[in-house]
C-alpha cells in the first residue's frame, strides 16, 4: 500500500485533490486509518489516476470523466465522448481566433488614431453589365471564397468569355438571422450564357454608387462601412440597394493582403 502522500508523488495529483475525488467517489483509497484517518491506496491504482490526469488534460470535467471511467472499456461509448469533445474544442477553438482577431484589430486601430487612415469617397455610375452569379448562405465573411469556388466549379469548360480587366462583385444581400450571412457572388461577362442549377445569368442595370477604394486587407471594411455612414449623412444621401465589393486584385491573385485591391460601393440615392 502507498500512503497518501506517496501515492501523490506517484500520480502527480495533489493531497488535496485526491481528498476531493475521494469525497465525489471517482478515486478512493483502498482503506483508511480508523484512527488517524489517514488514506491508503494500492500501486494498482495508479493507472486509473493516470487516467483522470490524461482526461483532465483533454478538457473533460470531474462528472464526465467519472461517468466515462464507468465504461472505460467501451470503446463505442469512449470514441462518442472523444468526438463531441473535439467538436467543442474546435469550437472554442474558432471562437479564440475570433477573439485573437478583433485584439488584434483593436491594437492596430490605437496606433491608427496617432495617424488615422483617410478614406476618398466618390460619386460614380456603375454601368449596366452581364453577369454570372452564385448566391448563397455563409456563418463566415472569411467563407467568401467557398462561392467563388462554387462558381467556378459550375462554370468550368463552359467557353464563357469574361471581361478583361476582370470584375468580379460580391454582394451582402439582407438577412433575417445575425449567425448566417446571404452573399452573391458575381463575374462580369462579354456574352450572354445559359443559366444552369444555381449558376445565373443576368444583366445588372447601371448603379449609382459611392465608392471607397482602398488597398489592403479586409479587416479595414469595418472602419469604411463606419466612414460611409457618416459621409451620407452630411451629404443627403441614403442607401439604395445591398453594399457591393469589387476586387480588382484579390486573393485569386495574389496572397499579399497588402495587395489587395478593393472597391466598396455603395448604392445611394438623394434624400
Given at each position: ?13 495533489s493531497i488535496h485533490m ?172 462579354e456574352t450572354n450564357v ?16 459611392a465608392v471607397v477604394a ?58
Amino acid at each position: 500500500m502507498l500512503k497518501i502522500g506517496d501515492f501523490s508523488k506517484f500520480t502527480k495529483i495533489s493531497i488535496h485533490m485526491l481528498r476531493h475525488y475521494d469525497e465525489i467517489d471517482l478515486l478512493k483509497p483502498i482503506k483508511i486509518d480508523e484512527d488517524s484517518g489517514y488514506r491508503y491506496y494500492s500501486e494498482e491504482q495508479i493507472p486509473f489516476a493516470n487516467r483522470i490526469q490524461l482526461l483532465k488534460l483533454m478538457g473533460f470535467s470531474l462528472p464526465n470523466i467519472k461517468q466515462m471511467l464507468q465504461n472505460y472499456s467501451n470503446e463505442d461509448e469512449l470514441q462518442k465522448y472523444f468526438d463531441m469533445q473535439l467538436s467543442d474544442k474546435q469550437d472554442e477553438m474558432k471562437k479564440l481566433k475570433s477573439q485573437v482577431r478583433l485584439l488584434e484589430k483593436a491594437i492596430v486601430s490605437l496606433n491608427e488614431r496617432k495617424n488615422p487612415l483617410n478614406y476618398s469617397i466618390l460619386v460614380k455610375e456603375l454601368p449596366k453589365r452581364l453577369v454570372i452569379s452564385y448566391r448563397g448562405i455563409i456563418s463566415d465573411y472569411n467563407q467568401e471564397g467557398i462561392l467563388w469556388n462554387a462558381l467556378n466549379e459550375q462554370t468550368a469548360g463552359r467557353n464563357i468569355k469574361y471581361k478583361n480587366p476582370s470584375f468580379d462583385v460580391a454582394i451582402i444581400h439582407s438577412t433575417d438571422t445575425s449567425e448566417l450571412i446571404d452573399v452573391e457572388v458575381q463575374k462580369v461577362i462579354e456574352t450572354n450564357v445559359k443559366s444552369i442549377d444555381n449558376v445565373i445569368c443576368k444583366e445588372i442595370p447601371a448603379t449609382k454608387v459611392a465608392v471607397v477604394a482602398y488597398q489592403g486587407d479586409y479587416e479595414q471594411l469595418e472602419t469604411i462601412y463606419e466612414e460611409m455612414a457618416k459621409w451620407l449623412s452630411e451629404n443627403e444621401y441614403e442607401l439604395n440597394g445591398e453594399i457591393m465589393n469589387v476586387y480588382h486584385i484579390s486573393p485569386k491573385i495574389t496572397n499579399n493582403q497588402n495587395e489587395f485591391l478593393t472597391e466598396v460601393c455603395f448604392p445611394i440615392k438623394a434624400v
